[in-house]
């Protein structure tokens, strides 16, 4: 099996096979001497970004992040604004906010987390499951890249080490997204929305009298949820517990049920 590194692109190496050639016995040939150099700032490669990980200890980390969920999915079920919106509406900001609200329940619970290499499928395993005839079933798995931005997104927030109500109303300006396409009461929303990030800005002036940036880092910060996918969420934290069900479905159910 070739472990090297695959990060230098085909065309690359076949466009001019000589230089490439060269180049690479140049670094082949650099002195011993400086290998202490390169080795105490090592680079990281795209391989190692694109690996793909699963949780070193699922059995903890997925249980701490079934009970976020759960208590995410309740602090939207007890807004009143929310619960008076359309059925249609409620359904489509629940898609679109679950992932962020999850994220922010995992910062304000300093829930951490440690993740491995991805075992590989053995041949059998793979034939058994049809994954070679049907490969536009796999989902779509976690990967040191996307691991590595949610990461830097929990420790943003906990370096804020934000207040309670700092979280909650975070959470509302989360929830009360208008630019969700579609939405029956986008006006109530854009309204609902401005309300809590107001409520979040006079929270943070009474909390931090004397740091007139906090308000923006606070919501700069907030700005990186949205570069951490669903799938990664589902497929890291979630697929372990609930196997082939459908994580949004299972969402709906806790919403919605009386």
């Known amino acids: 099996m070739d472990n090297s590194c695959h990060c230098s692109t ?21 002195p011993s001497l400086n ?26 980390v997925c249980k ?14 007890n807004l009143p604004a929310f619960n008076q919106m359309p059925p249609n509406d409620q359904f489509a900001l629940l ?23 991805t075992p590989a499928d053995s041949m059998l395993k793979k034939i ?13 798995q976690p990967t040191m890249a996307g691991v590595s931005k949610l990461k ?4 943003k927030f906990w370096s804020l080490d934000l207040s309670p109500k700092e979280y909650a109303y975070l959470k509302g300006t989360t929830i009360f997204n208008p630019d ?5 009461a986008a006006d109530f929303v854009e309204g609902l929305q401005r309300e809590a990030q107001n409520a979040l800005s006079r929270v943070v002036q009474l909390l931090h009298p004397g740091d007139r940036e906090r308000f923006a ?36 159910d806790m919403l919605f049920c009386n």
């Not at 701490?64 to 079920?77: D, G, Q, R, W």
């Open 35 to 60: 290998s202490t150099n390169y080795n105490s700032n090592p680079h990281r490669c795209n391989c190692e970004l694109r690996r793909t990980v699963c949780l070193k200890w699922p059995s903890e």
């Open 64 to 77: 701490e992040a079934s009970a976020v969920l759960v208590k995410t999915i309740h602090f939207m079920k």
């Open 152 to 155: 830097s997104c929990l420790e």
């Open 128 to 140: 058994l499951l049809n994954r070679q005839e049907n490969p536009e079933t796999e989902r779509e």
């Open 10 to 30: 085909t065309s690359e190496r076949l466009s001019n096979p000589i230089l490439y050639n060269i180049l690479s016995q140049m670094e082949n040939c650099k």
């Open 95 to 117: 898609k679109s906010c679950w992932a962020p609200l999850f994220v922010l329940g995992l910062a304000q619970e300093h829930v951490d987390f440690e993740v491995k290499d």
């Open 180 to 184: 969700v396409p579609d939405l029956q």
């Open 217 to 252: 880092r606070v919501l700069l910060t907030a700005s990186m949820l949205q570069s951490i996918t669903p799938s990664l969420i589902c497929e890291l934290f979630f697929r372990p517990v609930i196997g082939q069900a459908d994580l949004l479905e299972l969402l709906v």
